[in-house]
């Protein structure tokens, strides 16, 4: 009964997105000791209140982060998943979701183009951007895996100054160090810039560095903005760099007839990140690493255990897919997945998908036609960046102190909004431009009447100040 009336108000739009605490006082309301042994009633009671002041990320209006929403085939395929409590690393525990996993994840590997390639889930994206790295190192230089970075030359990564920031941890977390992490320009609409690309490449060869991997975008965090693949490709063909792509985002754009060409390229691309509990509502956590390299992930990474991975089974061994990743116990992430796209099928999915990019067509239309919004870039992906300016800052010179106290308005609104429940979408400056809203489109619930709810609520919130 508690969790269904959960689910139920989670999906009511008339319902609180969050009932906010600050952290001292969430800190003395809720019973989080544990030292003394508890009652089921009282443990009954402590979930009421944990489910009363956590975020509801499946709401219709969550438009706070890249992720969002709650589809009821995933949500039993998370159940079930937690029943059967596995791990993926050999067939003879987890026979039914390895060859899942491996149907899966060779759909997801034939829509990029990489049909005769391998691919493994993650716990991430952010980790999936790291076996990019090191999975490129060791195509480049296969003797690392034994000898280490001591005998490597002195290696550096091209990224898109817009790129996620998974890139520098990546960098620092396999020794290659942040100073070597080389930002390219991105011009005027948030796309890395081919020529500062090439140039680049060429200043860290004349400084001695040598350049093995420049990592794309497919759906930048901010903007939403899709890299030019195809250019991009041409370049690392021409200098032979490995290509990745981040479309941990973007990337489920390949989803749809319509869409799919914001990803034009992809298809020369070495490697790609790709999110399913992004864009394609999959819960948390749904990533994958895909590569056009067959028997890469293995020799990269296997450890040859020989507790779990003997060789002189009476099964095909070649289904004990566990070495391929850099864990060793590893979730079943296939199956929420699985589900829902199993209940939809292709054409389900790509309805979803365009309804998200129609959606965020349809707001920033809105957003150019009411008074005091302003939209920052027009949207490529479902992110819709805009300003929101209070009547008492309209028709005035736009210098540089009008410019602060914008900056100003969008935290004050996230404030009031937060505080009222009443929906979340996230704010952010980016280089010069002052603090605006990042509006991200991706439970798949949403229709067009929740973009005039948003208009209309940030204009409640903001018209006064």
């Not at 716990?123 to 999975?135: E, F, I, Q």
Request: glycine share 8%; aromatic share 10%; net charge neutral.
């Amino acid at each position: 009964m508690m969790v269904r009336d959960a689910y139920d108000g989670m999906k009511d739009r008339d319902s609180k997105v969050v009932e906010f605490k600050h952290p001292k006082e969430l800190e003395a309301m809720l019973d989080l000791g544990l030292n003394k042994e508890t009652s089921d009633d009282s443990l009954l009671k402590i979930c009421q209140d944990i489910i009363k002041y956590s975020v509801k990320t499946g709401h219709p209006r969550f438009f706070n982060q890249l992720y969002g929403g709650l589809d009821d085939y995933s949500l039993g395929g998370s159940w079930l998943t937690e029943v059967l409590n596995t791990s993926v690393y050999t067939f003879e525990v987890s026979p039914v979701f390895t060859v899942m996993e491996k149907t899966l994840l060779q759909k997801m590997l034939d829509l990029i183009g990489f049909t005769d390639g391998d691919a493994i889930f993650t716990p991430g994206g952010s980790l999936a951007n790291m076996y990019a790295l090191n999975v490129a190192r060791y195509k480049r230089f296969p003797d690392v895996k034994k000898t280490g970075v001591y005998g490597l030359p002195k290696l550096c990564v091209l990224t898109s100054e817009k790129g996620h920031y998974s890139m520098k941890k990546g960098m620092a977390f396999l020794g290659i160090g942040l100073d070597n992490l080389v930002n390219v320009k991105a011009d005027d609409k948030g796309k890395m810039d081919v020529q500062d690309l090439e140039n680049k490449i060429l200043q860290v060869q004349s400084e001695g560095k040598m350049p093995y991997l420049v990592n794309a975008t497919a759906g930048t965090t901010v903007f939403g903005v899709y890299d030019p693949l195809d250019k991009i490709a041409d370049i690392c063909q021409k200098y032979g760099l490995w290509m990745h792509v981040d479309g941990a985002w973007g990337g489920s754009a390949l989803l749809s007839k319509t869409y799919r060409g914001l990803l034009k390229g992809i298809d020369r691309a070495d490697s790609m990140t790709w999110n399913p509990h992004k864009m394609m509502g999959a819960p948390l956590q749904s990533a994958a690493f895909l590569t056009r390299h067959k028997k890469l992930l293995p020799e990269c990474h296997s450890a040859n255990a020989a507790y779990l991975f003997q060789q002189d089974k009476f099964y095909d061994v070649s289904y004990d897919t566990g070495d391929k990743s850099i864990q060793c116990g590893r979730k079943n992430d296939c199956l929420k997945l699985w589900m829902m796209w199993k209940a939809k099928g292709d054409v389900g999915f790509e309805k979803d998908i365009d309804n998200l990019f129609e959606c965020s067509r349809y707001l920033a239309k809105s957003v150019k036609n009411k008074e005091g919004f302003e939209l920052v870039v027009e949207p490529e992906c479902t992110n819709v960046c805009f300003w929101y300016i209070p009547v008492s800052m309209r028709n005035q010179p736009r210098d540089a102190d009008w410019w602060q106290r914008l900056g100003k308005v969008a935290p004050k609104i996230k404030e009031k909004m937060t505080k009222d429940g009443t929906m979340l979408i996230g704010y952010q400056p980016d280089g010069e431009r002052v603090n605006f809203f990042r509006m991200i489109i991706s439970n798949l619930e949403i229709v067009k009447a929740d973009m005039d709810f948003v208009i209309s609520e940030i204009d409640r919130l903001g018209k006064d100040l």
